[in-house]
């Protein structure tokens, strides 16, 4: 490590926009607290230097010939092997795809597979949807339930690997689950998946920017196959996904996506297919969100992954210390035993709409956190006790009978830059808001079901201008008479 390290420290003066206020309801304004870092993290400040300092040398990679297109190239590759790399890969034997997000990725493992209706996909109650619909397509998806507070029923999962033998290819869990924040127990999953023949994968994408993965060596058996994240969860939010699994496998088979890049010799009738990973990343690749992640990665490993799940772990500690004093806050997911627990906090309080606490954390406090269910609807409405086909109370004071009404519930979450005052702000709102200190009058829309204070009617475009789409059609007309 060098003098210019970046350390936990000091990573918040390294995060794009800390600084940026935003107006609250009583006419002030405040640094946006930003507590939504399991949807989307800001950007580290490197990273948009290092954009930066190549566009220069930017260029499409690959295919060219010239010297800004080597030079990209090699960057690009390169940034493969950073990714890989993180998650402890062996890349002799594995290869990284990268794509547009972790949905991405999971859709193309899921049609890579070559699956029959017949094969048996095992995952959990607790996916995220991009976890379970992909399998759902093109396998016979069975799901394991959950004990203890949200903590994969292994002996469950046993006894489905048993029932199903020979018949389950795969066992797809998440890292880490994107509303209890609770960890899976990846290495004795794989264990469980490889003794009954089948292989891994792991959705790591609440996982990976926050503790330490390693994939272990390919012949482990508590090694894990595949594996996928989000850059635009991990400080880098320009588009890149990425997919790491055994060279074998992405160097047989059909490409499920297929045009420019992806083959080496194409007649009328006949393809040969590029070597892996470029059969897999069909079309021109997105050379700035690689090199993006990569940067990402590299701050990381500076502060190293073991310091930021030690400083997000106190972070949890600290908020749950001071939430659990809040009268009528319900939580879901573990609330004392909190070391196998991401920095994710998913509430309600009593007798309020989560939207309604959410747009009262937005407006009053600045602090922006998620509402809904986290497109995690089997678990949320299990964790809500909502039947989908009944009317039943939700446990917030809300009854439902459809979707959109389902109130869900209120996610914050923090990042590697998070810190006490973060907390603190989140917490002395809360604290208001549980004795109705709250100022504003909020108004539901019914079409949306969000709410918004009354009176605070802000003019977005006075903060960030958006395209004034008229004025862009207008200046085409313009150009094309001028050249016609
Ligand atoms: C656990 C989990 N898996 C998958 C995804 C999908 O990630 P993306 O939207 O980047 O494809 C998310 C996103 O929130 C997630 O939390």
Redesign the pocket.
Known sequence: MNNQSMRIENVRSDIVGIDTAVPLLDGSKRPYVFLDN??STPAFKRVLKRIEDFMPWYSGVHRGTGFKSRIATQLYDSAHDVCGRFVGADLDKNIVVFLK???ECINKLAHRFDFTKDDVVVTTGIE?H??DLPWRKVAHVVHVGVVNGGHIDLNEMQDILQQFKGRVKLVAV?GAS?ITGICSPIHDIAELAHGAGARVFV?A??LVAHRPVNILPDDDPRHIDFLAY?A??MYAPFGT?VLVGPKNFFAAGEPDTVGGGVAAIVTLDHVEWNPAPHRDEAGSPNVVGGLALAEAICVMNELGMDSVAAHEQHLLEYAMNKLKKISGMVFYGPVDRLDDKVGVITFNMEEMHPGLVGAILGAEGGIGVRNGYF?AQPYAKKLLHVDADKAEDAGCGVVTTDLSTFPGMVRASFGCYSNENDVDAFVEMLEIISRKGYKGTYIQDQDSGAFSAEGFDINYAEYFHPFDSKAESKRQQFSESAWG
Request: proline share 0%.
């Open positions: 399991a949807a997000n972790t949905t995220h991009s976890n998440n994107n959705d994408a609440q989000s635009h969860k996904g497109c």
